[in-house]
């Protein structure tokens, strides 16, 4: 028989009863449930009690003067950042090492400039002075000047613009087609507006300036280009830890030496969407986002989430990104979620940036091209689709989506799992796409033979069917077709067979540079039938209550990001030497 104290509460429920006789289990006694659980008896001994006690006066002190703790292990940090700081310059100045701002002392001491920043914004400047700038901020963005100031600043920077234009292609006179596509691009989107008398030309402006300035600084300008080319080379460089993984998964043969698509260049998907995955967790995602997306939303005048979307989708991919505010797709008005799937279809992730390098597709071109497609994909949303309503999500009442994660390292391995599908997608559609063509190929090819015409394929005819697209983005005429076909291929498959067949294009010397920089911008687009289907899929899984709305706008907006691309190929062309 079991010996036990009972005791009682002071709502007279009974606690777990302690046993006082010398067994070593006791059942837990509860009047409103069974007994299930058996608590084994403390047999720590003496000894144990003793470093208990310890333990517990340690964590009571440090609870009680959690401050200091927290003071004296921050100036610790800060004591050993320092010490290696005087290591890092003590060996520069000993080395006779030069500032390279790419790698090396440059990058670390940019690297530590941002973090000191952000540590004084998030603490100091923030707090003090952050109220009183918003205040002003929306008493003056209320004021209706600030639009007509827009408007005049946009409109003369683009009149400056064609004048430069005009002057510098005083030796070539062919790149002013390319001026010719943008604004027969434009003329074409109000002409096929849903609501031209709705249109916000300040917003129009606005975007094709940003795009146009975007081009200008990474393209033409020497010290943009260098940045650019920098930028991409460390995002290559940090993708590339993947392949480690991925050689001691699959082995040498497949990665480094045969490098088959499927295992070397798709690999790097789960190490990057780990990690976007631990950001997402953090935090950290969201703020730079949210941030970006706040820029653009000053600039160009677009609503909060369309603007966080066209940042979020650079990095996420149109699946992805409206996770982040999938709360509020019911409040999202047509012309907004129209926006929405317009940036998708105007851009390609950034998680598969290593994926399109491997295929021999120049990176600082995807990353200009999907620079640029931010503010010129809501332009053309906007000019195709305008708004007509008063829009439900502010910037004062949106909160982007936190993690459900519980730690980083559920963060991670989720992040690497949630790669599997998208692996497996990309795969699944390629093998069948690539198959398709071939089958499309042939049968063209018999019924050619059968009227005495050889060598017709799908690419020879989807190729004259945009020839005229390729001629306005200002390609030479003899590499027209050759650029048609690829924007053809990648409207009908995708960009991944596109990119394929354009890197093969440039190892034998078939284009040339400028003709291969118009077709990497004009292929840098989810816009084709399989990615139409997932983003209808995409938001309908997440809000079914605008499932008409969605459907109704969907091949408006995938027509929208068509034409976007085009206005980034044009532009690329007329600054392209």
Same mark, same amino acid.
């Given at each position: ?51 208990? $006690? ?22 610790? #940090? ?18 006779? /090492? ?38 002003? /901020? ?33 030796? $070539? ?81 497949? !990665? ?10 798709? /690999? ?5 969407? *780990? ?42 991919? *149109? ?52 620079? *640029? ?24 009442? !949106?909160?982007?989506?936190?993690? $459900? ?8 391995? $989720? ?67 050759? #650029? ?45 039938? /399989? ?47």
């Amino acid at each position: 028989m079991i010996i036990t104290e009972k005791k009682e509460t002071t709502n007279g429920d009974a606690i777990p009863v302690v046993p006082l006789n010398n067994l070593e289990t006791v059942d837990i006694i509860n009047p409103e449930t069974k007994p299930e659980k058996l608590y084994i008896k403390p047999c720590g001994g003496p000894l144990g009690r003793i470093l208990c $006690n310890i333990r517990k006066s340690i964590k009571d002190g440090i609870k009680k003067h959690s401050k200091i703790c927290f003071m004296f292990l921050i100036l610790l #940090v800060i004591i050993l950042i320092g010490v290696y700081i005087g290591f890092a310059i003590s060996n520069f100045i000993n080395t006779g /090492s030069h500032i390279d701002w790419c790698y090396g002392y440059g990058k670390a001491f940019i690297c530590t400039a941002a973090f000191l920043w952000c540590i004084t914004y998030y603490k100091g400047l923030k707090p003090l002075f952050y109220p009183t700038f918003k205040r002003y /901020s929306k008493s003056i963005s209320r004021m209706k000047s600030i639009k007509y100031m827009k408007f005049a600043i946009c409109s003369a920077f683009l009149i400056a613009f064609i004048a430069f234009i005009i002057y510098d292609t005083s030796d $070539n006179r062919r790149r002013l087609i390319s001026l010719l596509g943008v604004i027969f691009f434009l003329f074409i989107s109000f002409i096929c507006s849903k609501h031209p008398e709705y249109i916000r030309w300040d917003i129009v402006l606005s975007g094709v300036t940003l795009q146009i300035l975007f081009g200008l600084c990474t393209i033409r300008w020497e010290t943009g280009r260098n940045i650019l080319k920098c930028f991409g080379d460390n995002v290559v460089n940090f993708l590339n830890f993947g392949l480690d993984g991925a050689t001691f998964a699959y082995g040498e043969t497949l !990665i480094v030496k045969e490098m088959v698509f499927a295992f070397q260049a798709l /690999s790097t998907l789960y190490f990057l969407a *780990m990690f976007a995955r631990i950001l997402l967790y953090l935090g950290w995602l969201q703020i730079f986002c949210l941030k970006i997306g706040g820029v653009i939303e000053m600039c160009l005048g677009t609503t909060v989430i369309e603007s966080i979307n066209a940042v979020t989708i650079i990095f996420l991919g *149109m699946s992805e990104a409206p996770l982040l505010y999938s709360v509020y797709l019911i409040d999202l008005s047509s012309s907004e979620l129209h926006a929405i799937m317009t940036s998708g279809f105007s851009t390609v992730a950034g998680t598969l940036l290593a994926a399109y390098t491997s295929l021999g597709v120049d990176p600082r071109y995807v990353v200009t091209a999907s620079i *640029m497609a931010a503010p010129a994909s809501l332009c053309f949303a906007k000019l195709h689709y305008p708004e007509t309503i008063q829009s439900k999500t502010t910037s004062k009442e !949106i909160t982007l989506l936190n993690s $459900n994660d519980t730690s980083i390292l559920q963060a991670a391995i $989720n992040g690497a799992l949630s790669a599997i599908g998208m692996v497996q997608g990309i795969i699944a559609s390629v093998i069948a796409c690539i198959a398709f063509i071939a089958f499309l190929n042939a049968v063209f090819s018999w019924f050619g033979t059968l009227v005495g015409y050889d060598g017709i394929t799908l690419e020879y005819l989807v190729g004259m069917l945009f020839v005229p697209i390729a001629w306005l983005m200002g390609v030479d005429p003899e590499e027209c077709h050759t #650029v048609g076909s690829l924007i053809g291929i990648k409207t009908m498959a995708n960009e991944f067979v596109a990119y394929k067949q354009l890197g093969e294009l440039k190892k034998v010397g078939k284009l040339s540079v400028r003709s291969e920089a118009i077709a990497t911008f004009a292929l840098c687009a989810f816009s084709n039938p /399989s990615s139409l289907g997932s983003s209808i899929a995409t938001l309908t899984a997440l809000e079914r209550r605008q499932n008409e709305k969605i459907n109704k706008v969907a091949f408006r907006a995938f027509i929208s990001g068509c034409i976007t691309t085009f206005t980034s190929a044009c532009i690329a062309g007329l600054l392209t030497e």
